[in-house]
């Protein structure tokens, strides 16, 4: 991998929530999304491509509705979720 240009890596990051609550993921006590927005900038300087992420405009925030939306896997999974 050290061959190839950060562009071109292919890396996943993996978070865990274990509060069970729906509506703030956090991991081990950490601020997950302000951690994965200042690990997605850092990724972002370093040339790797985030696709379609507008990195420039990323925030905590921002970042906290994708997790919301995109990226949970529900504890208590219903048909409506």
């Known amino acids: ?7 071109d890596k292919k890396v ?5 929530d274990n509060t069970h609550d729906e509506s703030m993921p956090v ?9 994965l927005n ?5 990724l972002a300087n370093e040339g790797y ?3 379609s992420l507008d990195i420039e405009n990323l ?3 921002i970042l906290l509705e994708l997790i919301k939306n995109q990226g949970r896997n529900l ?4 048909p409506e979720d």
């Open 1 to 7: 991998m050290k061959r190839l240009a950060n562009a």
């Open 12 to 16: 996943a990051l993996i978070y865990f």
């Open 38 to 42: 200042n690990i997605l900038k850092a």
């Open 49 to 51: 491509n985030l696709g």
């Open 75 to 78: 504890v208590n999974y219903t």
């Open 59 to 61: 925030t905590p925030e």
């Open 27 to 35: 991991g081990g006590s950490l601020n997950i999304e302000a951690s």
